[in-house]
């Protein structure tokens, strides 16, 4: 089984919201839907821009933490290193 840990954003530079599930596709439509009140359905950030797989659920707990300590900055360079035109990648997934 994958994990995941994974960046939304509200559009190209706009509000960041990390995360890790062990259902990419799920937990993202669930932010799209707004489906849980509370920080993303909130402030609309619901296009995800960047995520890693992990082999298990620690690993991608840890990378979650990880990145939330970080500055915003570190954030946007690890965003565009992968997706430099802040595509939205919730279509890219097979769901």
Known sequence: MAFYTYLLASA??????????????KRVWQHREKLRQGF???YGVTRLVWYAIHED???????????????RAWKIRLIEEGNPDWLDLYETLNQ
């Open 57 to 71: 659920r620690d690993g991608a707990k840890a990378r979650e933490r990880a990145i939330k300590r970080w500055n």
């Open 12 to 25: 190209p530079y706009g509000t960041l919201y990390c995360g890790h599930t062990d259902n990419l596709a």
């Open 40 to 42: 993303t359905a909130q």
